[in-house]
Structures are given as C-alpha cells and as structure tokens.
C-alpha cells in the first residue's frame, strides 16, 4: 500500500525533525506531507530542510494559521489527488506514537475502511494527563458517541488511517468545522455512509515540548456543534418516520 501521512503544523519546532525522522524509519516508503500555517517559530523551514535530508516529505505552506479543520481539508485533498492507498493522520507532538502505525495499517489491510488509534478501548489509555482533562475527555466522547448514534468509543482522536477511497467517498473537503468537531464531523460521515470503522489502542501520551492548541473554545465549538448535529439527525429520522406512517394509512 502506498501510504501518506499528513501532518498539521503550527509552531512546532521542537518537535517536527524529531518525528519525521521518526516517521521515516518507521514508514521507510511513506510520502509525508506537512501542513504548516505560516509558523512564525520556523517549523515549514524546518521541514523543508528534513525534506532535503530525508526525502519523500512534500511541504504545503500555507499563509496563516486558518484552524484545523481546515488545514486537514487542505492536506486530505491534496494527497487524494496524488493516488495514494491509505491516508494516516496524527498530531506532531509526540502524543501519538509512530510505532503504534503499523497496527492501524493492519487494519486496514484486514478490511477496514477507517481505523481510529483509541484511548477508550481495552489497552488503551493516557499519561500524563491531570484528572479534570481525563474525566472530560472521557465524557465529551461518550457524549458524542451517545448523541451521534455511532459506535465509535474515541470520535476525537485525530491519530486515524483511513482507505483514500472511503475517504474521499465522504467529502472531507465540505465539511464545515474546526478544532476536534471537525474529526467527530468525520466519524458521523463515515458512519451514515455504512463504512467499517475499527480501533485500536494506543497510548496517548501528553506533550512534553511546544504548546497545546487545546482552549476553552475549541471545546465550547465541538460541544454545540454535536449537539446540533444529533438533534438535526434525529428530527430528520422522526420525519422519515411520520412520512412512512402516512405513505402506510393511504395505502
């Protein structure tokens, strides 16, 4: 399988050469892909130079910080369009560990069409994290999973491998949002489509270098927006639903 793995960036120069070179012992003939929002701490100049030195790494520079939503729409439409088998998703700080991607790759080749890297299921878990953000994290994704109607124990784990085809069958480009709502918006996409999505543990370790994007915001944002989502799901299925009883009583 020819596989791509894309990589959002905003001010992590402590750690992109480190894990790219990670990535390159890991996947030998992966295409990595960055996309940095015009980091003002140099990581795109950075990357460029791991390019050089490490070749198949493609730098996408893109003007400002936009989001990331936005920056994987960016990069998922860019690396579909190059023909690529399989598209691994991950976060650049060393929460997710390169070693655990081959697992996910495994999956995928037994048939999966999206595998999710999970902290919610048997052998799976964090470190490092204080109490307060384990206990909400854990209750935003039942939350989500409950309002959603997917069977799906982490909807925000951005560290993902998905078929390219599955992925491209969803649209990633049309979805709307930003922070961690924009992967949940993936797992409902993927679900109402009837697409198989597995998980596998992993350990999520927190960041030791660099600055978490994680705000009050950004969890505001995905909150509300899930709740939007699953009461639009749920009024369409009870209009389905009145719709059928009468198309019944008139025949």
Same mark, same amino acid.
């Given at each position: 399988?020819?596989?791509?793995v894309?990589?959002?960036?905003?001010?992590?120069?402590?750690?992109?050469?480190?894990?790219?070179? %990670?990535?390159? %012992?890991?996947?030998?003939?992966?295409? @990595?892909?960055? &996309?940095?929002?015009?980091?003002?701490?140099?990581?795109?100049?950075?990357?460029?130079?791991?390019?050089?030195?490490?070749?198949?790494?493609?730098?996408?520079h893109?003007?400002? +910080?936009?989001?990331?939503?936005?920056?994987?729409? =960016?990069?998922f439409?860019?690396?579909i369009?190059?023909?690529?088998?399989?598209?691994?998703?991950?976060d650049?700080?060393? /929460? =997710?560990?390169? @070693?655990?991607?081959?697992a996910?790759?495994?999956?995928?080749?037994?048939?999966?069409?999206?595998?999710?890297?999970?902290?919610?299921? /048997?052998g799976?878990?964090?470190?490092?994290?204080?109490?307060?953000?384990?206990?909400?994290?854990?209750?935003?994704?039942?939350y989500?999973?409950?309002? @959603?109607?997917? +069977? &799906?124990?982490?909807?925000?784990?951005?560290?993902?491998?998905?078929?390219?085809?599955?992925?491209?069958?969803?649209?990633?480009?049309?979805? +709307?949002?930003e922070?961690?709502?924009?992967?949940?918006?993936?797992?409902?996409?993927?679900?109402?489509?009837?697409?198989?999505?597995?998980e596998?543990?992993?350990?999520?370790?927190?960041?030791?270098?660099?600055?978490?994007?994680?705000?009050?915001?950004?969890?505001?944002?995905?909150?509300?927006?899930?709740?939007?989502?699953?009461?639009? =799901?749920r009024?369409? %299925?009870?209009?389905?639903?009145?719709?059928?009883?009468?198309?019944e009583?008139?025949?």
């Open positions: 399988m020819l596989v791509a894309v990589l959002p960036t905003y001010n992590e120069s402590e750690n992109i050469a480190r894990l790219l070179t %990670q990535l390159r %012992q890991v996947l030998p003939d992966s295409r @990595l892909y960055v &996309v940095d929002d015009n980091s003002p701490d140099g990581t795109g100049d950075i990357a460029e130079r791991c390019a050089t030195e490490l070749g198949g790494i493609e730098v996408l893109r003007p400002g +910080k936009q989001g990331l939503g936005s920056a994987y729409r =960016h990069g439409a860019y690396v369009s190059q023909g690529v088998d399989v598209v691994v998703s991950m650049v700080d060393f /929460s =997710h560990d390169p @070693l655990s991607i081959p996910m790759l495994a999956a995928i080749e037994s048939g999966s069409d999206a595998v999710i890297g999970s902290r919610y299921v /048997s799976g878990g964090t470190k490092n994290w204080p109490i307060y953000r384990r206990l909400l994290s854990r209750w935003g994704n039942l989500t999973a409950a309002v @959603l109607g997917v +069977k &799906v124990r982490d909807c925000t784990s951005g560290f993902r491998a998905y078929r390219a085809t599955a992925l491209a069958s969803i649209a990633p480009e049309t979805t +709307k949002a922070g961690y709502a924009f992967l949940s918006e993936l797992v409902v996409r993927l679900s109402r489509r009837g697409l198989k999505i597995s596998v543990p992993i350990l999520f370790v927190d960041r030791e270098n660099g600055t978490s994007k994680m705000s009050g915001r950004i969890i505001a944002e995905s909150m509300l927006l899930v709740t939007r989502w699953g009461v639009a =799901h009024w369409n %299925q009870a209009k389905s639903f009145v719709q059928v009883k009468i198309r009583r008139k025949s």
